[in-house]
T-cell receptor, first 115, second 109 residues
Framework: GAVVSQHPSWVICKSGTSVKIECRSL??????MFWYRQFPKQSLMLMAT?????????EQGVEKDKFLINHASLTLSTLTVTSAHPEDSSFYIC???????????FGPGTRLTVT | GQSLEQPSEVTAVEGAIVQINCTYQ??????LSWYQQHDGGAPTFLSY????GLEETGRFSSFLSRSDSYGYLLLQELQMKDSASYFC??????????FGTGTRLLVSP
């Protein structure tokens, strides 16, 4: 149990366009979902935390108007990268956590390439 | 700020034992987790230390010393499939994780 999926697994888009990434908890209700970004050979950096029905909490330095996060249900969160630029190219990973557990269950990631 | 430092790379041979260290500077970590990540894949949970001491899960053990702001992951009976990146992660309030710099483990025959 505790499976998280992401769609798409990879996407290529042109600079200036927007891209939406979906994160779904398949067999549990994710009270909290997290979005991370990982550049090649680097660590995971938390971008934002979202609770179902609430506005996301963004980490310092993450532009909330550029990275729009919606957590409309206990099984779905979306990350929209608006007006993407080549420097936004990265591996985006989501995770879900269910109350009262501590453990986060990670999705397989989405590789975004902006040309 | 919060930071967790790890060696960038560790090499070992099959069947050996390897220890991956994690030193941290922070205030208010509730515990230390360890994750494994293969290239292009998702991080998978290995262990969590809420208290000081050793936690053992099969071939993997993890240790935490809060007084020393230090922890380690011990991998025994190494296998080729253990070649991956390993991250320690500090658990903060609001169930957030702060990931360490990561250690790339290379296991050779």
């Amino acid at each position: 149990g505790a499976v998280v999926s992401q769609h798409p697994s990879w996407v290529i888009c042109k600079s200036g366009t927007s891209v939406k990434i979906e994160c779904r908890s398949l067999d549990f209700q994710a009270t909290t979902m997290f979005w991370y970004r990982q550049f090649p050979k680097q660590s995971l950096m938390l971008m934002a935390t979202s609770n179902e029905g609430s506005k996301a909490t963004y980490e310092q330095g993450v532009e909330k108007d550029k990275f729009l996060i919606n957590h409309a249900s206990l099984t779905l969160s979306t990350l929209t990268v608006t007006s993407a630029h080549p420097e936004d190219s990265s591996f985006y990973i989501c995770s879900g956590r269910r109350d009262p557990d501590y453990e986060q269950y990670f999705g397989p990631g989405t590789r975004l390439t902006v040309t | 700020g919060q930071s967790l430092e790890q060696p960038s790379e560790v090499t070992a041979v099959e069947g050996a034992i390897v220890q991956i260290n994690c030193t941290y500077q922070t205030s208010g970590f509730y515990g230390l987790s360890w994750y494994q990540q293969h290239d292009g894949g998702a991080p998978t949970f290995l262990s969590y230390n809420a208290l000081d001491g050793l936690e053992e899960t099969g071939r993997f053990s993890s240790f935490l010393s809060r007084s020393d702001s230090y922890g380690y992951l011990l991998l025994q009976e190494l296998q080729m499939k253990d070649s991956a990146s390993y991250f320690c992660a500090g658990a903060t309030g609001f169930q957030k994780l702060v990931f360490g710099t990561g250690t790339r483990l290379l296991v050779s025959p």
